[in-house]
């Protein structure tokens, strides 16, 4: 007899159990095939439209620690960064496919916790989990998210599309969550309400698909490594550079913080999953979109650098230290 709460369940009953729990939410609605149950789902595509595609691991001691991140805040985080990325290309999601590796002595109760974070952000957005896959670990937790989006076709917002003379744009506050996990690495211990743009971080969907609607943005990607480490994949798929008023950009304070180290955060922690957008000049981009802030911080430029102006109007030059597998830290 399984006890709740005990290791996870064997694999075809935690399926089963996965199964049921989302064909229970709000999120399960009929996205014109079948789910859960075959070798593959059947997913449609509406009429006129092309598919988002994109992939994203959420690692433990990556990613995450068990020890101060509850099991709800992992799987709306590993849900998040899927969710982001259809919202940088101006696409709606459509399904979502988990596979989950959980290692032995894991609790099932950390499962259902995952579980049930994952699924409430799939009930907001009303995406199906349409599939996946279940595995042993030998080691720590380790999820892949992959979401199937949609958009009409030719009109997805890439990277590549800044042009000199653009303006570059922000949504949101950046750096909280990166000023967070220092927090949290220095011993403190938060509550996972009381910073919720680590712990619980909001997709920018509504955001991307009205930028891509209404033709405001020509190149868009989402804030996942660092401002500056993104900025710079714009500009090296789009062949430009830009210069940046470092006063302008919205930078989030916690703490004790200082400008400066707030800044640093901002610049190159990552995982804010804010938007970063260039649009025409002759474009008027509002200072909000959907409840959210929008603001202006520089503009796309000839050269292939990207110059930071100081309040002093003294030019700064930061290297590309947002975040990178493999990258010598």
Known sequence: MYIDGAVPLPEKALIRRIRDRAAKRRGARPHGGIGIGDDCAVVSIPRGHEALVTTDFSLENV?????????????????????????????????????????????????????????????????????????????????????????????????????????????????????????????????????????????????GRLLREKGLASAMIDISDGLSTDLGHICAESGVGAEIEIEAIPVARLGKATREAALRFALHGGEDYELLFTAPAKKRVPSQISGVAVRPIGRVTRGRKIIWWDKRGVKREYPLWGWEHFKKR
């Open 63 to 207: 990613h995450f620690k068990r020890d101060w991140h509850p099991p709800e805040s992992v799987g709306h985080r590993c849900l998040t960064r899927g969710l982001s990325d259809i919202a940088a290309m101006g696409g709606e999601p459509v399904a979502v496919f988990l596979s989950l590796a959980i290692p032995r002595g894991l609790t099932q109760d950390w499962v259902d916790g995952f579980l049930r974070g994952l699924l409430q952000l799939a009930d907001e957005f009303e995406v199906s989990l349409a599939g996946g896959d279940t595995a042993e670990s030998p080691g720590g937790i380790m999820a892949d998210i992959v979401v199937l989006g949609s958009l009409p076709k030719g009109q997805a917002v890439l990277r590549s599309g800044a042009r000199p003379g653009d303006r570059i744009y922000v949504t949101g506050e950046l750096g909280a969550s990166a000023a967070t996990f220092n927090l949290l690495s220095g011993g403190e211990k938060l509550r996972s309400l009381d910073f919720a743009s680590h712990f619980y971080p909001r997709p920018r969907v509504t955001v």
